[in-house]
Nanobody, 130 residues
Framework: QLQLVESGGGLVEPGGSLRLSCAASGFSLDHYAIGWFRQAPGKEREGVSTVSAFGGITKYADSVGGRFAISKDRAKNTVYLEMSSLKREDTAVYYC???????????????????????WGQGTQVTVSS
């Protein structure tokens, strides 16, 4: 069974940091680009960051650039999202998603086009509050 499982969410104060993990089971991420998305209460889901299948190219939403960092550990079959300088507006459920295919080996899909992604995790809650 192909599955993506997010972890690492929680409650953090403004200015704090968290590291989210997206672990794949049942398949290798070697041929998949991975994207992180988030959905805040009452808002549509939005793209946060994405990394190419080979891990060399990353993209970020303007709202998180310079604060978030995505990375891919092929040995652990896991993608991470390091989040720092967190703001209250970062509060959301965070999802990871996988996009399959050679098109994404060296260039990740757009983070604004969810249709490019084939598999989705169940999400992990991040709450930024004092």
């Amino acid at each position: 069974q192909l599955q993506l499982v997010e972890s690492g969410g929680g409650l953090v104060e403004p200015g704090g940091s968290l590291r989210l993990s997206c672990a794949a089971s049942g398949f290798s991420l070697d041929h998949y680009a991975i994207g992180w998305f988030r959905q805040a209460p009452g808002k549509e889901r939005e793209g946060v960051s994405t990394v190419s299948a080979f891990g060399g190219i990353t993209k970020y939403a303007d709202s998180v650039g310079g604060r978030f960092a995505i990375s891919k550990d092929r040995a652990k079959n896991t993608v991470y999202l390091e989040m720092s300088s967190l703001k209250r507006e970062d509060t959301a459920v965070y999802y990871c998603a996988a996009a399959y295919g050679s098109s994404w080996y060296r260039q990740p899909p757009s983070i604004t086009n969810e249709s490019e992604y084939d598999y989705w995790g169940q999400g992990t809650q991040v709450t930024v509050s004092s």
